[in-house]
């Protein structure tokens, strides 16, 4: 009986000792597991900062299909970029001695809007572009010089913005002909316009921030409205030169400053916004619309630089 009683008792022995020795491989598995799951996080936060932009170059990632490329072939081609970090520079006079074209230019994408030219003005605005927003009524300007934007400046993305009738593509509306022309005669040329359904969410986006319809008040959205709009789907933060904000006009030590940095013996910025703000029908509101981009700064990464905006 002893006998048996201590073979038994060793094959107890035996089944604890395993049973321990399993607990314990459980427990260091599911230590490991749990390690694991804690590392998952910062794991995947490193694989996206390694795999992403610097800030100092274009990562294309996503197609924003509010911009169609204009192409002999008719295909539809959205634009395909994004950006980390952004410099919209304004056409203002308020760029002249502003000497911030070295920050710019290392910024890894660069805006401009219409004809704004950097020749003789690297200084203060920059020489490099990445998009160029032009409003329909700027296209002759830059067909006037059609090697140097669409052959010389190729690695530049154009996106173009205009009413239905100058835009269809039945043959009837003029600017997209023009402009039709110049993509098959420049064929690397990036000629993008944007789509009648993007106009008409920048219609609504204006409605809702002022709760006024656009065009029940005779204004035109502004081709910098445009502008902030793309510049908001492809940059993650962006730095703005040279935009005043809505009451800098109403200011007394205002500085008098042409409205084109490159049109220096024209009207002043600020008389030609109040003249704008108050035409009945035509104008743009440009007043109007820099209060909303104070508002779009609560809730982007948008920065106002050359005048800083007290936000």
Request: glycine letters at 6%; proline letters at 3%; aromatic letters at 12%.
């Amino acid at each position: 009986m002893l006998t048996g009683w201590r073979y038994e008792n060793k094959e107890v022995s035996a089944e604890l000792g395993f049973s321990k020795s399993f607990d314990m491989k459980a427990l260091l598995l599911r230590r490991w597991l749990c390690l694991l799951i804690l590392s998952l996080p910062p794991l995947v936060w490193f694989a996206l900062v390694i795999t992403r932009n610097d800030g100092s170059s274009n990562a294309q990632v996503s197609e924003l299909k509010g911009y169609m490329r204009i192409s002999p072939s008719k295909t539809d081609q959205f634009l395909n970029i994004h950006c980390n970090q952004c410099a919209l520079v304004s056409s203002s006079g308020q760029m002249l001695g502003a000497k911030a074209g070295e920050e710019i230019d290392t910024t890894g994408c660069v805006i401009r809007m219409n004809n704004a030219p950097t020749r003789g003005y690297e200084k203060d605005v920059g020489s490099r572009t990445t998009v160029r927003v032009v409003s329909h009524t700027s296209v002759p300007l830059l067909v006037k010089n059609e090697k140097y934007y669409f052959q010389l400046t190729a690695d530049t993305t154009y996106v173009f913005w205009g009413p239905e009738r100058n835009m269809r593509q039945d043959g009837k509306g003029h600017i997209f002909n023009l402009l039709l022309k110049m993509a098959m005669k420049y064929p690397k040329a990036k000629i993008y316009a944007v789509t009648i359904d993007k106009i008409q969410y920048c219609d609504g986006v204006f409605q809702n921030e002022t709760g006024k319809n656009r065009m029940k008040t005779g204004a035109f959205l502004s081709t910098g409205f445009f502008t902030m709009i793309l510049a908001i789907d492809m940059c993650e933060s962006i730095s703005v030169y040279g935009m005043i904000d809505n009451n800098y006009c109403s200011r007394a030590n205002r500085s008098a400053v042409p409205y084109h940095y490159y049109e220096q013996n024209r009207v002043t910025e600020c008389r030609m916004y109040k003249v704008h703000e108050n035409t009945q029908r035509g104008g743009h509101r440009f007043i109007t619309e820099k209060a909303i981009y104070a508002k779009w700064a609560t809730r982007y990464k948008i920065e106002f630089k050359h005048p800083s905006w007290n936000l």
